[in-house]
């Protein structure tokens, strides 16, 4: 019966090396007030620093943490322990989760994640030995899962949405649907046209008693490279960097580099917009009633509803943003690319109807 | 007659939106479902203890409905919400 009750992930001996390393080193970076303390041998911290410096973490000095909550995070090339659960689990992108009412194991690309209870700010992370699971974008992917989790339990949310504010605006305007539904690209065409911008895809969520606030997370944008004529972006060389791993038709666009003065760490979200491409001419703009658009939040947040550690607060989070903004479904018609500075206005003035 | 009382299942968490809408959120199915003003108001008043007698007269004050019919709604919206586990009887 303990078997049924348990089962073993995968790695099976040490990451990249048969001789453990016992000599662990400790990194910290924050993002938006939040620290987070890695834990490993050099080359992981060193792997683990490449992948941050795509995002807003910034290296933290340990001894400016006096007083902060630090979420420890210690990734092992060791035999990852057998967990025991009662409940069979469900499958996720890239892997599988098992959860009880406090803490959740991941199995991502081969590696395994233990997420502890939210009180012990703890999270373990055993990376897959296989050549397949060691390739830098699984193991990013891996990383990715472990920060998100670590995150959650210092109560932000990581939130696929772009966030944009109009030029005299304090408070912001997200844009939130799936990949493809043409986020990146009316943030592009909004920014073109004088708009300041916290990002176009990848913010992170805090709940505070002002209100919700969005901060950015990711400091690059993708578009798809027809995008990129598309909204005239291409006169920013400099801006354009390599094509996204695993995505031959999308690259990374550095938008600080193009509009150094329109970039926005944080910001108040007022409005939020579910864009969708449409094929009639005109661009329509509807409003949303707020049971809808939190079902649609929902949606896009799996891990509101999957972390059942940090689910209350979350789903409690995304309602507040809800009870914060208005919401309108935009359905872009082809005037976004045979007239995209009439985009703007005809936003401002629907929502400001 | 009986005058039945139920009360939320703790792995539920509900919203409760401005317009008078709501949604339920079941953690342990990872489902979530949108209630209507409606819905959300006899869920209210199960939050706040109220028995079904007491419901209907919410309902009924609430809206142009019977007292017949406001029980009614609340009887089958009980069902609907306790094939779906999300509440339980009051012992």
Known sequence: ?353 | MTDPTFVPLEHIVASHLEDGDGVLVDLNTRQYYQLNESAMLIWSAIENGSSLSQIADQLTATYEVTNERAIASAETLFRQLQKRKLLRPSE
């Open chain 1, 1 to 353: 019966m303990l078997e049924d009750l348990c089962f073993r992930a995968s790695a099976r001996t040490p990451w990249g090396s048969t001789e453990p390393s016992t000599s662990k080193g400790i990194r910290h970076y924050s993002v938006a007030d939040r620290t987070l303390c890695f834990q490993s041998v050099d080359e992981l911290l060193d792997l683990v620093h490449d992948f941050l410096s795509g995002y807003y973490f910034t290296p933290a000095n340990s001894s400016d943490l006096r007083n902060q909550p630090v979420h420890l995070i210690e990734i092992h090339r060791s035999e990852p322990p057998a967990f025991p659960f009662e409940n069979s689990g469900f499958a996720i992108e890239d892997g599988y989760c098992y959860s009880d009412h406090e803490q959740i194991v991941l199995l991502v690309n081969g590696s395994t994640i233990a997420v502890s209870a939210p009180a012990l700010n703890r999270t373990d992370v055993w990376l897959s030995d296989t050549t397949a699971n060691r390739h830098t974008l699984a193991l990013n992917n891996v990383i990715l899962y472990a920060v998100q989790a670590a995150l959650r339990r210092g109560g932000m949310y990581q939130f696929h949405a772009g966030c944009v504010l109009a030029p005299d605006a304090t408070r912001g305007m997200l844009l939130v649907g799936d990949s493809g539904c043409g986020k990146s690209t009316l943030t592009a065409v909004l920014i073109r046209n004088g708009w300041r911008f916290v990002s176009d895809d990848n913010l992170l969520l805090r709940d505070t008693p002002a209100g919700i606030l969005a901060w950015a997370l990711r400091r690059y944008f993708t578009f798809a490279k027809s995008a990129l004529d598309e909204c005239e972006l291409r006169q920013f060389p400099d801006a354009i960097g390599p094509r996204v791993p695993g995505d031959r038709d999308k690259v990374r666009f550095y938008a600080r580099r193009a509009f150094p003065e329109s970039f926005v760490e944080t910001c108040m979200p007022e409005v939020i917009l579910f864009p969708a491409i449409g094929t009639e001419p005109q661009t329509r703009i509807e409003p949303v009633k707020p049971g809808d658009a939190l079902a649609r939040l929902l949606r896009q947040c799996p891990w509101a509803i999957c972390d059942t550690a940090t689910a209350p607060d979350h789903v409690r989070a995304l309602a507040n943003l809800i009870k914060q903004t208005r919401s309108y479904s935009v359905i872009t018609g082809r005037d976004v690319f045979d007239e995209p500075f009439s985009i703007p206005g005809l936003i401002s003035q629907r929502i400001n109807d």
